[in-house]
């Protein structure tokens, strides 16, 4: 790997036994900004640290984030990590090598992460000009570097305050021609490195449980995450701020304690969730699902995504499967029929099952919906063994209905519309006979709801004609009462009175009148 540009700085970490030179540590800088020309500078702000650990007998043999490269075939590498063994090595046995030449082991954290320390074990032996050292380069460019006494394991170190970007143990030619050294060698072993993790895990959510419309019974959530740095680690579900459910991603990590490489846990990954929404903390309306995925580090980074969901369980799930439809109607096949308010409307017909059979132990919801109105659940109904069903509606106002059956998730529907005449109630006292002078007393009620302060006019049969004389307003709970005296009755004679309620604007009914009521009035 040829250098590509020297550092700006070169100090100093540590130097024992040896001494400085100045081109040999331009081309150790150059190598190391070499191999961290793609990481990028992140806030810490967010940042957590995790530990991973490389080349050490109690938990990691493989090193697999080392990288060896080498200017000259004269290097050889090697690696035993196990047990005492000298670790990750570098050794010169050719016959010459140039000046400058080098082979090297190194280390450089992953996109979004930084070295915050390092602890080592090195072992470093010169001869024959080549000579062993450990660099490590800090966020701004600068090399700092290390020469350990030959010939024993010292500790080998980096934790000055400013994260390093690359860590390398270098063997290297200090001379115009090193010859054969059989004896040089730069060892490396029980390598920690401490890595602050900056990136922000990404997070998108799918799965039925989040698509359009009311969901009802079980759904699912899918979460797919990705991480630049630690990598994917856990994810949680949260629904209505309680936490239901949550996972941890299959990461490279020794139980209680490091991780084996840089990034342990996956890139990215996604995690589907089985969620029940007629189970609390789910309620029927509008729900608020959050879902968060943490990456590797501590405290760690996370990325949460809230939905609102909303969920319509009102029909309980019945059946032996799910419905294909619902045919059902009022009398002569219509969706729509006209009764008065003091009747009701029977509605015939069946549910069918999908891909036939019998939908045995179906129930068919009936739902309502006055104008203005929450919808209500009016009443179930009991299907025959082949689907049949059969029921009244309830006396009551004009109004949407509609006719549902649940099946888990699946949810079948039939709208029908009840357009009501009112019908009010009629008294008139003394229901004998009157003479001209008397007071008729009229009372009467209108249905509800929303019956309160409405207009009801009295009206007389003249001829073929209805003649209004009086009008009332009603009250509360939707009674009127009316007087009139009879003045100018000079023979004796039957009359027809009737209460006529038009529509009016809030009140669920269609035009209508009471039935007719009569009254003989004398002279």
């Keep these: ?53 490389q080349c050490h007998p109690a938990y990691d043999l493989a090193a697999a984030d080392a990288t060896f490269t080498r ?22 046995d050719s016959q010459t090598t140039k000046d400058g030449r080098y082979g090297a082991w190194s280390w450089r954290p992953p996109a979004g992460t930084r070295f915050a320390q390092i602890t080592s074990e090195g072992h470093v032996v010169h001869d024959a000009g080549h000579k062993g050292h450990f ?7 600068t090399v700092h570097g290390r020469w350990p006494s030959e010939g024993s394991w010292q500790a080998v170190e980096w934790g000055a305050g400013t994260a390093a970007v690359a860590y390398t143990a270098w063997m290297m030619c200090h001379q115009d021609s090193c010859g054969r050294g059989p004896g040089a060698h730069t060892h490396v072993r029980r390598l920690w490195f401490t890595l602050r993790d900056s990136s922000q895990p990404s997070l998108d959510l799918t799965g039925s449980l989040f698509h359009p419309g009311p969901r009802r019974g079980p759904q699912h959530a899918t979460l797919r995450g990705a991480d630049s740095g630690g990598g994917v680690w856990r994810w949680r579900v949260l629904v209505n701020g309680i936490g239901v459910t949550s996972s941890e991603s299959s990461c490279d990590i020794v139980p209680s304690g490091p991780a084996r490489r840089f990034v342990p ?20 309306g509008v729900n608020e699902v959050t879902a968060c995925v943490t990456d590797v580090g501590w405290p760690a980074n996370q990325t949460c995504r809230t939905r609102r969901v909303n969920v319509d369980n009102a029909c309980p799930s019945s059946g032996s499967g799910a419905a294909a439809r619902i045919d059902a109607a009022f009398p002569r096949g219509r969706t729509t029929a006209t009764v008065a308010s003091n009747r009701r409307a029977r509605v015939t017909g069946r549910i069918a099952p999908r891909g036939g059979g019998s939908i ?9 919906r006055v104008a203005g109105r929450p ?37 079948v529907e039939r709208i029908l519309r009840l357009r009501i005449r009112v019908r009010p109630r009629l008294k008139v006292w003394p229901r004998k006979r009157l003479r001209n002078g008397q007071v008729a007393s009229f009372r009467g009620k209108l249905p509800g709801p929303d019956a309160q302060g409405r207009v009801v006019v009295l ?9 209004a004389f009086k009008s009332a307003r009603t009250g509360p709970d939707g009674s009127f009462r009316a007087r009139y005296r009879f003045r100018e009755t000079t023979a004796r004679r039957l009359y027809r009175f009737r209460a006529i309620v038009r529509e009016q604007a809030g009140y669920p009914y269609l035009k209508g009148a009471s039935p007719v009521r009569r009254v003989v009035v004398s002279p």
């Design 1 to 53: 790997m040829d250098p590509q540009a020297p550092p700006r700085t070169v100090r100093t970490w540590h130097r024992v036994g040896a001494r400085r030179n100045t081109r040999v540590w331009a081309l150790a800088g150059a190598l190391l900004l070499a191999l961290v020309v793609l990481a990028t500078l992140a806030p810490s702000a967010r940042a957590g640290t995790y530990v991973a650990v």
């Design 71 to 92: 200017t000259s075939d004269h290097y050889a590498s090697a690696k035993a990590c196990a047990g005492n063994g000298p670790g990750l090595q570098i050794r010169n």
């Design 135 to 141: 660099t490590a380069t800090d966020e701004g460019g």
């Design 265 to 284: 846990c996956p890139l990215s990954s996604e995690q589907t969730f089985q969620l029940d929404t007629e189970r609390v903390p789910f309620r029927n």
């Design 360 to 368: 045995g132990g179906a129930k068919l919801c009936v739902f309502s």
């Design 375 to 411: 919808e209500v659940l009016e009443g179930m109904v009991m299907a025959a063994a082949a689907g049949e069903l059969s029921f009244t509606a309830r006396r009551g106002p004009s109004r949407r209905l509609r006719l549902a059956h649940r099946w888990g998730s699946e949810q």
């Design 459 to 467: 009206q007389a049969r003249v001829g073929t004609r209805w003649q």
